[in-house]
């Protein structure tokens, strides 16, 4: 693993040949990335089997199981379930800024 | 029970949104919009359905909280917003205190975790982070602060005084007492703000005649996880819409119209005054606690049914230190998508390395 970049993820021993079933580890998140990414990949029709973990609560790193159907490649399910939750994060984005200036709201006074 | 049309918003009716709240249990607690739970429906990702089933609404703002409705989500997404809120937007906190003199009560250790919990009105977008501990300090990720404060009689003050704050000057350590020193740059930078507590009348110690504090203090950016002082936010919650739904086939009986209105919280039911006819306040039903009162009474069983939407959350987030409650969630979702990024990067590179042909490095087993 000489790329920087692949520290942050790993694959598991165990893993299929042609990764339609893996088990990632990703270094430095939490449930709050592993919820969500799961969450999403479970919204591919082609994912058999999604769970993630959080082995210890020590360690500063999440599993993430995916399993497919037809002998596809779940790193492919995990790149595309990572573009969806980004747009997905931008539609909510945009939504709100569209709110904050376009809905009328209380404005109120906060003692503080 | 069959779901009741309703004439503003049809499809909060929708049963498949619903949680069940009975008197000892909730039901339908987990979402089920996942392709293969419902036979013959699409329930894969579609970015034009989200964008068209997804409504943010600002419903409350003041200097220092919002109240905003995200709906149309999975819980997964809106708790990681919650997550990130909490422990992953930056901010400014005093890290580092240099002690030249203290002859006060207060040990050193102690005032200076004191110090380390002062919310700063200091933008975090404007200074970089130090990469660790031992990284060298500049003017671009380090604010320097001094305090310097000495306790003496103050003789001018009336012979019957007893007030502390009369008889000595600087009989207490302030928050206000704390001194920017600009370094580099930062004049500059933070010329339309300077840095400096955003509440001045924060009692940090007492001082009493022939005390001392004298200290300089390095504050850094960091975020929630690393100590609970950098975090943005007082809260930052959200709960579900609660939901009342009446039973047309069997309404509550007129003579027990204000008793079934006090099961309630005040506003949520309203009474004809001549029919007695009890309805729902739509606008006023998110105040509902969902005590549960109602189901406690034999004879309004099958009268009505408390439901919260799975999908409607409303947020309060109240802002503590330097962000406008408003940027609060917008910064949460940069740190979302930049978390997403490097997961990206890293998996792409995953890819590349594996070629595709099933030779995949592995860890070392």
Redesign the interface.
């Known amino acids: 693993?000489a790329?920087a970049?692949?520290?942050?993820?790993?694959?598991?021993?165990g893993?299929e040949?042609?990764?339609s079933a893996a088990t990632y580890?990703?270094y430095g998140?939490?449930?709050?990335?592993g919820?969500?990414?799961?969450?999403?990949i479970?919204?591919?029709?082609k994912v058999e089997f999604c769970g993630y973990s959080v082995p210890h609560p020590s360690e500063n790193h999440i599993h993430l199981r995916i399993q497919m159907y037809d002998n596809l490649?779940s790193?492919?399910a995990?790149?595309a379930a990572?573009?969806?939750?980004?747009?997905?994060?931008?539609?909510?984005?945009d939504?709100?800024?569209?709110?904050?200036r376009r809905?009328k709201?209380?404005?109120?006074?906060?003692k503080? | 029970m069959a779901p009741v049309p309703s004439t503003s918003s049809q499809s909060l009716y929708d049963p498949r949104r619903h949680v069940r709240v009975d008197a000892e249990r909730a039901r339908d607690v987990s979402s089920t919009d996942f392709p293969g739970y419902w036979p013959n429906e699409d329930h894969s990702w579609n970015l034009a359905k989200f964008q068209e089933g997804l409504q943010v609404k600002v419903t409350r703002l003041s200097k220092r909280s919002i109240e905003f409705d995200l709906v149309g989500v999975d819980a997964s997404i809106a708790n990681a917003f919650r997550r990130i809120l909490i422990a992953e937007v930056p901010s400014i906190c005093i890290e580092h205190v240099y002690v030249w003199n203290n002859t006060s009560v207060m040990v050193d250790e102690v005032f200076a975790h004191r110090l380390g919990l002062v919310p700063l009105n200091v933008d975090p977008s404007l200074m970089s982070s130090r990469e660790d501990d031992n990284d060298q300090p500049t003017d671009r990720n380090t604010l320097v602060f001094h305090l310097q404060v000495t306790c003496e009689r103050n003789k001018n003050a009336p012979k019957t005084a007893t007030d502390p704050a009369e008889v000595y000057i600087n009989s207490e350590v302030l928050s206000s007492h704390l001194k920017w020193v600009p370094q580099g740059e930062q004049e500059i930078v933070f010329a339309d703000n300077p840095p400096a507590p955003t509440n001045p009348n924060i009692v940090l110690m007492k001082l009493r005649p022939g005390q001392e504090v004298d200290m300089e203090m390095h504050a850094v950016k960091s975020v929630g996880k690393d100590h609970a002082k950098f975090c943005p936010v007082a809260t930052a919650s959200y709960r579900l819409l609660p939901l009342i739904v009446l039973n047309p086939k069997k309404p509550v009986p007129p003579h027990l119209a204000e008793k079934f209105r006090k099961c309630f919280s005040p506003g949520v039911i309203e009474v004809d005054p001549i029919t007695k006819a009890v309805s729902i306040n739509e606008e006023q039903m998110r105040k509902e606690t969902m005590s549960r009162e109602v189901l406690r009474h034999p004879e309004f069983e099958g009268c009505v049914e408390l439901k919260r939407v799975r999908d409607y959350f409303l947020f309060h987030i109240e802002s503590e230190g330097a962000y406008t409650p408003e940027r609060l969630l917008p910064e949460s979702i940069k740190v979302m998508r930049e978390k997403i990024a490097t997961i990206r990067k890293a998996a792409e590179a995953l890819r590349s390395d594996s070629g595709g042909s099933g030779d995949v490095e592995m860890r070392d087993s």
């Open positions: 693993m790329d970049a692949a520290k942050k993820i790993e694959i598991l021993p893993q040949a042609d990764l580890r990703i998140e939490s449930h709050t990335i919820n969500a990414l799961r969450w999403m479970m919204k591919n029709p490649s790193l492919d995990l790149l990572l573009d969806n939750l980004d747009d997905l994060c931008k539609t909510i984005d939504a709100y800024t569209l709110s904050l809905d709201y209380e404005v109120w006074e906060e503080s």
